[in-house]
């Protein structure tokens, strides 16, 4: 009889953006079909799993925007490295400002940087110039406009949606908070968002249009 063959797997979970690790990680869990599997979690993303056999299993795991993110992966006879990427995003079926910004409304966006003892605030607006979507930016540094490519437009949509689902995330250690405001004709909603270490709304915003941080 032939014995069976062997795997192990040896994860990673990290901000494949950034190569950053998250010391908390501790959401992990590994499916063999409705079976939880045991493993050992060594901290800072790092865990593995031994003696398992080569076939497909669910990694379970939570993303820096609070998202349950399930990986499959087949194990083949041996040693599995495989990196789980923090900053990947499940992108939901839901409707944003930014897609629906239109010839007739202007979007006005505020982003607050809230702490116990200090606002630092940001504004944009989109509109459009003829059949061309336009974006203002005003900071402490300066006043930015650009015409906003389709390319771009999906981009900023997704980025808004990482917001809304950033939301659910609670820190309790900070008092630090980013607020978003969106007002868009009749319509006006807020977001809050705890400090994120690798990712901002304002920041991914900005960078998106403009291609550097100001």
């Known amino acids: 009889m032939r014995a069976q063959k062997e795997a192990w797997l040896i994860g990673a979970i990290k901000d494949c953006k950034t190569g950053n690790y998250n010391p908390e990680q501790k959401s992990i869990k590994i499916f063999d079909g409705d079976r939880e599997v045991d493993f050992i979690n ?11 056999e080569t076939k497909t299993y669910s990694v379970q ?7 349950t993110v399930a990986k499959n992966v087949n194990l083949t006879e041996g040693n599995n490295f495989i ?3 923090l900053d990947y995003f499940v992108e939901p079926d839901i409707t944003t400002f930014v897609s629906s910004v239109n010839k007739l ?6 982003f607050k940087g809230v702490s116990a003892t200090n606002v630092n605030e940001q504004n944009a ?3 459009y110039k003829g059949n061309e979507l336009w974006a203002d930016f005003r900071n402490e540094s300066g006043n930015f406009s650009k015409k906003i490519k389709p390319e771009i437009l999906k981009k900023l949509i997704i980025s808004e949606k990482k917001a809304i689902e950033a939301a659910v995330l609670k820190d309790e250690s900070s008092d630090y908070r980013n607020v978003y405001t969106f007002e868009l004709g009749s319509k006006k ?6 400090y994120l270490d690798d990712w901002n709304f304002y920041g991914d915003f900005f960078i998106t249009i403009f291609g550097e941080l100001k």
């Open 105 to 110: 409304d202007t979007l006005k966006i505020s």
């Open 83 to 85: 990196d789980f990427c």
């Open 42 to 52: 060594e901290g800072f993303g790092a865990f593995y799993a031994k003696n398992m």
């Open 125 to 127: 607006v989109f509109y």
């Open 189 to 194: 909603k807020q977001i809050i968002n705890c």
């Open 61 to 67: 795991y939570q993303n820096i925007f609070g998202q």
